[in-house]
């Protein structure tokens, strides 16, 4: 059983910038792959960024390219989701997840993953 626990969503402007942070229970977190995923009003909730156990491969969506940067610290149980030139669209409930893959990959599908947290909102003006 993980347990996750997200924190580091708020507001802010349009170009700026923000850090989630994911906190995982439990002694394998390291054999875990974890992705971010996010869900606005209306829309259904979709990848943002997916990493694999060591950090090794990580995958992006292409609208968060460039601008958003997925890690982790197996040392501390934490997944990392660096959120830089904010724009509106970006606006949603942010969500982290984990999923038993000890090899060197991930998932990009919200079904493929095991646990969730209970989100945190990410709210970007213009």
């Known amino acids: 059983q993980v347990q996750l626990v997200e924190s580091g969503g708020g507001l802010v402007q349009a170009g700026g910038s923000l850090r989630l942070s994911c906190a995982a229970s439990?002694?394998?977190?390291?054999?875990?792959?974890m992705g971010w995923f996010r869900q606005a009003p209306g829309k259904e909730r979709e990848i943002v960024a997916a990493i694999s156990w060591n950090g090794g491969s990580t995958y992006y969506a292409d609208s968060v390219k460039g601008r958003f940067t997925i890690s982790r610290d197996n040392a501390k149980n934490t997944v990392y989701l660096q959120m830089n030139s904010l724009k509106p669209e970006d606006t949603a409930v942010y969500y982290c997840?984990?999923?038993?893959?000890?090899?060197?990959?991930?998932?990009?599908?919200?079904?493929?993953?095991?646990?969730w947290g209970q989100g945190t909102q990410v709210t970007v003006s213009s």
């Open positions: 439990g002694r394998t977190f390291s054999s875990y792959a």
């Open positions: 997840a984990a999923s038993w893959h000890p090899s060197g990959s991930y998932y990009t599908t919200s079904y493929e993953y095991d646990y």
